[in-house]
């Protein structure tokens, strides 16, 4: 091999090596995150977008029904007629 080549073989070697013991070295924190606050504001999120999602259903649906409600002949009075009383 060149001497190049080795030489660049030793300083990834090194590299490698103390930044190995650096990990090895480094420890993470007790707590990432604080799950209490953190859940709540995932409840909170998680009601704010089903309240959404049910707002834009509904009004969907009511547009629907008012579309459909146009579409209906509007022909004398909307009452249903009286029947007879059954014996």
Same mark, same amino acid.
């Given at each position: 091999?060149? %001497?190049?080549?080795?030489?660049?073989?030793?300083?990834?070697?090194?590299?490698?090596?103390?930044?190995?013991?650096?990990?090895?070295?480094?420890?993470?924190?007790?707590?990432?995150?604080?799950?209490?606050?953190?859940? %709540?504001?995932?409840?909170? %999120?998680?009601?704010?977008? %089903?309240?959404?999602?049910?707002?834009?259903?509904?009004?969907?649906?009511?547009?629907?029904?008012?579309?459909?409600?146009?579409?209906?002949?509007?022909?004398?009075?909307?009452?249903?007629?009286?029947?007879?009383?059954?014996?």
């Amino acid at each position: 091999m060149s %001497g190049k080549i080795l030489s660049s073989f030793y300083a990834i070697a090194s590299h490698s090596q103390s930044t190995h013991s650096a990990m090895r070295e480094w420890t993470p924190p007790d707590h990432l995150f604080d799950w209490n606050k953190l859940l %709540g504001h995932i409840r909170k %999120g998680a009601l704010l977008d %089903g309240y959404q999602r049910y707002v834009k259903w509904h009004v969907g649906l009511k547009r629907r029904a008012d579309e459909l409600a146009e579409q209906l002949p509007r022909e004398g009075s909307s009452k249903r007629p009286r029947r007879g009383r059954l014996l």
